[in-house]
């Protein structure tokens, strides 16, 4: 079976339980959980070796992933994805709002990547991944991954923050032209640069903003809750809206628009582009993509 994930332990690091200390270190397993099946599953190995639930982690391992074995499924996912780049060894798809890029359900974007996407031809291809997530109702670029060996590289570019992601939100209210967002989520540091490109009087809103946005960090819905901290809530957020500024009907204004990476095999810089949504120019004619 191929490795598509490795984590580093450093040196220094207190001794605690593969099933403790591997929480999060995988793209692929976010959760305690999906850690716990993957262990059982015989999914992962500590220098080389099948780790268990009673293995420990000292320090200085090098703890790997590795691909679960392929389960042919007589029902397949069909739904159409648009598919902005592709070659032998990743790909980036444009995610609709209303799905979930993976989890235990049926229709989510993992699922029918297989379906949209060419097998790759390299010696490690595997079942297209997801290397990153969006949220459910976010639209936009979602990286993926065809081979272990890009699966791996692309996922240590995301864990030493060398891809760049550039989202687009509409905003609500009066906001200065840019700045710095660093209140924390969850207890854990957390950045996002923002800067308005656009601005329009709204009856009900007072104004709508159109923002260029930069995450620094990965939290869990951090632009929204980033936004809504200095008072400029995502139009159309049904979480983190006041419930008098709540839009029905219409979506999350949230679109992920530029991904920058280094491609895995050939070490190019790469900028993905992927336009506005139709909601967004409706509001505002101008537009930056």
Known sequence: MAIIETHTVPEKVCISRLQEYGVGIF???????????????????????IATTATYILGGETISLREAPIKESKKKLQL?????FEDDH??????PPGILVSGNGFRTIANALPQNLKRSK???????????RLDYPTTGLLLT??????????????????????YYAVTIGAMKNKGIINSPIDGKDSVSYYEVISTVASNRFIFLNLVKLSPMTGRRHQLRKHLQSIGNPILG????????????????YL?????????????ERM?????????????FEKHPL
């Open 255 to 267: 679109h992920a628009a530029v991904l920058e990476f280094d491609h895995p095999r050939t070490q």
């Open 90 to 95: 990743l790909a980036v798809v444009a995610k």
């Open 122 to 132: 390299e010696p490690d291809a595997i079942i297209p991944k997801p290397v990153h």
């Open 27 to 49: 793209l692929n397993l976010p959760t305690k959980s999906s850690l716990k099946k993957a262990i059982r599953k015989n999914l992962i190995l500590v220098d080389g070796k």
């Open 237 to 252: 957020d049904p979480l983190y809206t006041s419930a008098h500024l709540k839009l029905k009907g219409k979506g999350l």
């Open 145 to 166: 991954g065809k081979t272990a060996s890009s699966m791996v590289t692309l996922g240590n570019q995301f864990k030493k923050k060398q891809i760049a992601k550039t």
């Open 80 to 84: 159409p994805l648009e598919i902005v």
């Open 271 to 283: 900028q993905i582009k992927y336009a506005l949504p139709k909601k967004f120019l409706k509001i």
